[in-house]
């Protein structure tokens, strides 16, 4: 079957640095994308990862491991806006067609 | 500005009633999704269709329609066969094929409560 897992909930501080975690066991994978959702509101796509390594854009970076079934999202200088849902989904076959983790909340502190 | 358009933003239903849910995009993009979000939970797979006249079931289809009579839109129906269809609903489109770093793009969503 096709899984996807990341913690449910995170609480960070302003201005620190914070990594959500996402580790899936699907067939065909081919590619894992990263998106931010404010509560009642649309999801926005933050990254996409294909090949193992890092992609940084910005404050936010994405690390994928191919082998280990394993990707990160690091967000960098918390600041209070990036409070919201993170929602890791992998591409599976060579279709467009997603498949969702049920997302990380993620609350920063002042 | 190209976009994806969900209407209405927030949706009554009655017993017994059907309603449907409008998406349209002018992205010119081939692939259309419909999802379910339930709070707290990720984003479930309804429908989706890869071309005109075309579309497959998702991971919950059961108490749904959809039609793609046009590459613009793609409505959901959701019929009284669905005994629980309280949720955020999200449409999205993307380009068809898998093979590149585009992702797929959301509307603002339909909140669709039971009266």
């Known amino acids: 079957g096709q899984n996807i897992d990341q913690p449910t909930e995170m609480t960070a501080t302003e201005g620190a640095i914070v990594q959500i975690n996402c580790t899936y066991q699907?067939?065909?994978?081919?590619?894992l994308f990263w998106y931010q959702q404010h509560a009642g509101e649309a999801p926005t796509f933050l990254s996409y990862?294909?090949?193992?390594g890092l992609e940084e854009k910005g404050r936010f970076s994405s690390f994928l491991s191919r082998s280990k079934g394993y990707s990160y999202l690091l967000l960098k200088e918390l600041q209070m806006k990036d409070s919201a849902s993170y929602l890791c989904?992998?591409?599976?076959?060579?279709?467009?067609?997603?498949?969702f983790g049920t997302g990380t909340l993620l609350a920063v502190q002042p | 500005d190209g976009g994806i358009t969900q209407s209405p933003k927030y949706l009554f239903r009655k017993e017994g009633q059907n309603v449907t849910l409008s998406c349209e995009q002018n992205l010119n993009h081939d692939a259309m999704y419909w999802y379910r979000q339930d709070p707290g939970q990720g984003l479930r797979l309804i429908y989706y269709s890869q071309i005109v006249n075309d579309f497959q079931k998702g991971d919950i289809a059961e108490g749904y329609s959809v039609s793609r009579e046009k590459k613009e839109s793609f409505p959901l129906t959701v019929t009284s066969a669905q005994k629980n269809p309280t949720a955020f609903y999200l449409c999205a489109s993307s380009i068809r094929q898998g093979s590149s770093n585009q992702p797929q793009h959301f509307g603002d969503g339909t909140r669709l409560s039971i009266l």
């Open positions: 990862n294909v090949l193992d």
């Open positions: 699907t067939s065909g994978f081919n590619g």
């Open positions: 989904a992998v591409r599976v076959g060579a279709t467009n067609k997603l498949i």
